[in-house]
C-alpha cells in the first residue's frame, strides 16, 4: 500500500449594545443569536412555552416531506425535503413559513439528487448529491440557488465517486471517496474544484456505527486496510505527513472511533462472536493493542461525557472473555477513564442475563442519560454520573411496568429533548433539565392517543426543530422557541 466570524459579531454585539453580561435585546425571528457571546457570558436557555408549531406543510397531505438531516447553518436551518414535485433536494429555512423554501432543483423533475452527509463548515454547506449528469459527487451551498454547486467531479463522468465520512480538520474538508476500481480513499478540498485532490492513497475501510474520519487534538485518524489487517492511521494535515497508529489482527474489526477530549481515542472492536475496548492517545503501538476489556458482545453507543467515555455492554455467556471478576449480566452501563482497571459496570440495573438493555445514551451537564427498563417501571428515563449512589430514574413519565419507552435524546444547551410514549396522548416531545420535576410534556402534536413521532432535535437560530407527524400532514418541520433565559415573552 502507498503511504504517500468571531470579529463581525462582536462588532453587531457593540452595535446593539449585546456584550457578554450586559441584557440583550429581544431577537427578532429568524435571527441567528449571538452564540460566540453567548457561550463566553455562560448564558443558560429555556424553552418558551409548551407548545410547538408547524414550520410549513411542505408536501400536503399524508405522506408528508420527511425532512431529514437537520443542520444548523448561519441564519437557517438546512434540511432535505421531498414536496412531492421536486424529489428529495437540499431546503432551507429559518422558522418562518414564507423563510422555508427549497434552495435548488440540483436534479430536475420528480427523481430528486438526494442530498445526504450534510456538513457545515465555514458558514457553507457540504454534500454529496447527484444532479443526472455527473453521478453522486461533491456538492457546496451557501443557501441560495445560485450559491449552490457541484465542487468537484472526482469520479469523471456519470459514474458516482459517493463522497462520504465528511469532516472538518484544520480548516479543511476531509472526506472518502470512490475510486473506478471501488476502493473507497482519503481526499481533502478547500472548497474549491482545483483545491479538492487525493490526499492519502489509501484504502480506506468501513466502520460500523462511526465516521471513517475522526479528529482529535492536532491530528486526523481514519481506518485504512492491507489484504488481511484493518490499520488505524493519523495525519496532521501536511503532505506525506501520515503515521502509522496500530493495526487489528485478521478477523477483528473497528466498530466505532469515538475522541475523549484530545488525547485519546477509544474504539470497540469484534471478532466473530466477541468484541472489546480499547483506547489510544495516538502513540504508535508495536504489535497488537491492549484490550481495556472483553465482551459477550462488542460495546455500542460509544459516548463522551467530559474525561471518561459511557457505553452500552453485555457480559453474559460462558465464552465470554471478561475477567472473573467481571459481573454477569445482560446489556447494562459501562464506563471508562481509559484504564483497564477503570473500565467497569456502573451498575446491574436488571439484575440477571436479561439486562436492563438500555439505549439512546447522551451526555448532559457531566452526566450521561439513557433508556432503560429496571424490570419495574418499564422502559424509561435514566441519568447517571458513573457511579451506583449516581444512577437514577429520572421520572416515571408512564407508571406501571409498561414504560413510556424515551427515544431520540439530544442535549440542547441544557436541556434534553426526547419523545416518549404514554397513556392517551401517544408519542410525543417531552423535554427535561435533569430533575422529576423539570420533566414535562409538550402539547399534543397528534391529537389524543395519536402518536406524532418527533426526531431529529437540533437548535437552529432561536428555535429547536425537529419532525413531526400531526396526523394530517405527515412528517413536516416542526419548532419551538427557545431563547437565553428571561427572553421567552419577548418573544411571543
Aim: glycine share 14%; net charge negative; hydrophobic share 35%.
Amino acid at each position: 500500500m502507498k503511504t504517500h466570524g468571531y470579529l463581525l459579531t462582536l462588532v453587531g454585539a457593540l452595535a446593539s449594545g449585546a456584550l457578554p453580561g450586559c441584557a440583550a435585546p429581544p431577537p427578532d425571528e429568524g435571527e441567528t443569536p449571538p452564540e460566540e457571546l453567548v457561550s463566553e457570558a455562560g448564558t443558560s436557555w429555556e424553552p418558551c412555552g409548551s407548545t410547538a408549531r408547524r414550520v410549513k406543510d411542505i408536501a400536503p397531505g399524508a405522506p408528508g416531506s420527511e425532512p431529514r438531516e437537520l443542520v444548523h447553518g448561519p441564519g437557517m436551518l438546512f434540511f432535505t425535503a421531498n414536496d412531492g414535485n421536486t424529489g428529495r433536494e437540499l431546503w432551507r429555512s429559518s422558522g418562518e413559513r414564507q423563510k422555508t423554501v427549497l434552495v435548488k432543483d440540483i436534479l430536475p423533475g420528480g427523481a430528486g439528487s438526494e442530498p445526504r452527509f450534510l456538513t457545515l463548515w465555514d458558514g457553507v454547506l457540504y454534500f454529496s448529491a447527484d444532479d443526472g449528469v455527473h453521478g453522486r459527487e461533491l456538492w457546496r451551498s451557501n443557501g441560495t440557488a445560485k450559491g449552490t454547486w457541484m465542487v468537484a467531479d472526482v469520479l469523471p463522468g456519470a459514474a458516482s465517486s459517493s463522497p462520504e465520512d465528511l469532516a472538518v480538520f484544520k480548516n479543511r474538508l476531509y472526506f472518502s471517496a470512490r475510486q473506478a476500481d471501488g476502493l473507497r480513499t482519503l481526499w481533502r478540498s478547500d472548497g474549491t474544484g482545483p483545491g479538492t485532490l487525493l490526499f492519502g492513497d489509501f484504502a480506506l475501510k468501513p466502520i460500523s456505527s462511526s465516521p471513517r474520519l475522526v479528529p482529535m487534538g492536532d491530528e486526523l485518524f481514519f481506518v485504512a486496510a492491507d489484504s488481511v489487517d484493518s490499520l488505524l492511521w493519523k495525519t496532521d494535515g501536511m503532505p506525506g505527513g501520515f503515521t502509522f497508529v496500530l493495526y487489528l489482527v485478521e478477523d477483528l474489526f473497528f466498530r466505532a472511533l469515538v475522541p475523549v477530549g484530545d488525547h485519546r481515542l477509544f474504539f470497540s472492536f469484534e471478532e466473530d462472536v466477541i468484541g472489546g475496548l480499547m483506547v489510544t492517545d495516538g502513540t504508535p503501538i508495536p504489535g497488537v493493542p491492549t484490550t481495556l476489556r472483553s465482551f459477550e458482545v462488542y460495546p455500542t453507543e460509544l459516548t463522551a461525557v467530559r474525561k471518561r467515555l459511557f457505553f452500552r455492554a453485555a457480559t453474559e455467556g460462558e465464552d465470554t472473555f471478561a475477567p472473573p471478576e467481571d459481573p454477569r449480566s445482560g446489556t447494562e452501563l459501562w464506563v471508562s477513564d481509559g484504564t483497564p482497571g477503570g473500565t467497569r459496570q456502573v451498575v446491574d440495573l436488571r439484575p440477571g442475563l436479561l439486562g436492563s438493555g438500555l439505549s439512546d445514551l447522551e451526555a448532559m451537564g457531566g452526566r450521561v442519560y439513557f433508556s432503560a427498563n429496571d424490570g419495574q417501571t418499564g422502559r424509561e428515563l435514566w441519568t447517571s454520573d458513573g457511579t451506583v449512589a449516581g444512577t437514577f430514574l429520572v421520572k416515571d413519565l408512564e407508571p406501571g411496568p409498561g414504560g413510556a419507552s424515551p427515544r431520540e435524546l439530544k442535549a440542547i444547551e441544557g436541556t434534553l429533548f426526547f419523545s416518549a410514549e404514554t397513556s392517551g396522548n401517544g408519542r410525543e416531545v417531552w423535554l427535561s433539565d435533569g430533575t422529576a420535576k423539570g420533566t414535562r410534556r409538550l402539547h399534543d402534536i397528534a391529537p389524543g392517543g395519536a402518536s406524532s413521532a418527533p426526531r431529529s432535535f437540533v437548535r437552529s437560530g432561536w428555535d429547536v426543530f425537529f419532525v413531526a407527524d400531526d396526523g394530517t400532514t405527515g412528517p413536516e418541520l416542526w419548532a419551538l422557541r427557545f431563547r437565553p433565559h428571561g427572553q421567552c415573552k419577548s418573544s411571543q
